[in-house]
């Protein structure tokens, strides 16, 4: 497997200013995503994607090189995720051998682990578009979530007739830390459109991930609690 892992973190975070490189207790929070890639990668294969200089400074006080920041067309609010992943992509082909594998690493999941990315990593086929990590939603469509209907009256979101939650089908949730791509799948159209797709489960702890300042409260608490039963 030649793979490339793209950690893309950009600047400019309204819900938690500053997020990607916060001190999250004794580190910037990119730093954990760091580190969990490092764990399972050469530095020739990690790819840190930001517009931000100020970013770049604090990746490659690690000693992990970032070698270039983002095209202006990159480095707005509306650029996607797609379009930042072909940029790595093609930058990546262009100085080394293509990869046929894509790890995207979010860096607002601290307590994704490197074990986490390897049993991910077991999963994937050259088969398939995609494993992504997933939790068991609370939400589930089948018992909690409604929509208005055309007359204003609220109607399940996915009919069913079940009388307790735990009667309902399991229903998955993208969790954000993990997606582990096929890079020939992801140069013909974006990770929504992918139909060949497998999960990897992580529980909800390991699955936090942070977007506001209570979600980085949160993230603080499972941190400490984490190296106490350590």
Known sequence: ????????????????????????????????????????????????STD???????VESTGLRV????????????AGTYEVLLHAIQFYENTNEGPNVLVLLQPTSPLRTAKHIEEA???????????VSVKETKANPYYLLFEED??????????????????CPQVWELNGAIYIINVQSLKKKPINQFSNVVKYVM?????????TMLDWKIAEFLINDKELKE
């Open 203 to 211: 529980d909800e702890e390991s699955s936090h991930d942070i977007d």
């Open 52 to 58: 931000d200089p100020f970013i770049k400074e604090v």
């Open 150 to 167: 055309e007359g204003g009256y609220l109607k399940k979101s996915k009919s069913g007739n079940f009388t307790h939650r735990q009667e």
């Open 67 to 78: 070698p270039f920041l983002r095209p202006p067309e990159l480095a707005t609010d509306s």
């Open 1 to 48: 497997m030649n793979g490339l892992v793209v950690i893309p973190a950009r600047g400019g975070s309204k819900g938690v200013p500053g997020k990607n490189i916060k001190m999250l207790r004794d580190k910037p929070l990119i730093h954990y995503t760091i580190n969990a890639a490092r764990s399972l990668f050469p530095d020739s294969q990690i790819l840190v």
């Open 121 to 131: 990593l077991k999963l994937y086929r050259s088969d398939i578009d995609m494993v």
